[in-house]
C-alpha cells in the first residue's frame, strides 16, 4: 500500500507544480460591471459553475482510499498532497489553529469535498477562495464534538455579552439635556412643504 500512496502522492505533487489556467472571464462575462474594475475573481466567483476535481486534476475519485485502509502518516501525506494542490490552485482551507484534528478525519472531510463538490478557477489576480467545513453546531462538527471549539466561542460569546448588558445597565443615564432641546422644540419643526436644508 505504502508504494501506492507514494505513487498518488507523486502524482498530486506533480499536478501542483503548475496552477490550472483559469478560463477568460471578461470573454465570458463582457458585461459584467466588475470586469471594468478589473475585478475577474469576483466575476469567477459570482458567475463561473464549480467544475469537479476529478476533470480539474484529471484525478479520479477512485484513486483515494477509504481513511479505514490508511494509516495516520498514509492519510497525512495524501492530506498534505491535496491540500498544497489546492492552495496553489487558489482554494485555502480553513482549519481551527487550536484543535488537533484527527488525520484520517481530516482525509474524509478532504476526499468528501473532491467528490460531491467542485472548484471555482481563480484568476492569478482574482484572490482566494477559502472552504470552510465548520458547521459552528457543536452537535454535527466535522472534527467531532470532542475537538469542536464553537461551543467555547459561544460561551465566551455570550460572556462576553451579558458583560456589556450589565456595563451598560450600570452607567449614570444623562439627564442632561435642556428645555432648548426637547424634542417638541420650535426651531425643529419642519413643515412637510418646507425644503430641508440638505
Not at 507523486?10 to 478560463?23: G, H
Not at 469576483?42 to 483515494?64: G, H, I
Not at 467528490?115 to 467545513?133: A, Q, V, Y
Request: glycine share 2%; hydrophobic share 30%.
Amino acid at each position: 500500500m505504502q508504494t501506492y500512496i507514494n505513487q498518488l502522492v507523486e502524482d498530486l505533487n506533480e499536478k501542483a507544480q503548475t496552477k490550472i489556467e483559469a478560463p477568460n472571464y471578461k470573454v465570458l462575462f463582457p458585461d459584467h460591471p466588475a470586469i471594468d474594475y478589473d475585478l475577474d475573481g469576483v466575476v469567477a466567483y459570482l458567475c463561473s459553475t464549480p467544475l469537479s476535481f476529478s476533470s480539474t486534476f484529471d484525478t479520479q475519485d477512485e484513486v483515494f482510499p477509504p481513511a479505514e485502509k490508511l494509516t495516520n502518516e498514509q492519510a497525512q501525506q495524501l492530506c498534505d498532497a491535496i491540500l498544497n494542490l489546492w492552495q496553489v490552485n487558489n482554494l485555502q482551507v480553513y482549519l481551527p489553529d487550536d484543535v488537533n484534528i484527527p488525520v484520517k478525519n481530516l482525509y474524509n472531510q478532504l476526499i468528501t469535498y473532491w467528490k460531491e463538490d467542485g472548484i471555482k478557477l481563480m484568476p492569478n489576480n482574482g484572490g482566494n477562495i477559502t472552504l470552510d467545513f465548520c458547521t459552528y453546531y457543536a452537535e454535527s462538527c466535522p472534527w467531532g464534538s470532542e475537538n469542536c471549539t464553537c461551543e467555547d466561542n459561544f460561551r465566551k460569546m455570550s460572556e462576553e455579552m451579558e458583560e456589556f448588558k450589565k456595563e451598560q445597565e450600570n452607567k449614570p443615564k444623562d439627564n442632561s439635556r435642556k428645555d432648548n432641546e426637547r424634542e417638541d422644540n420650535p426651531k425643529y419643526d419642519i413643515n412637510d412643504d418646507e425644503d430641508l436644508p440638505f
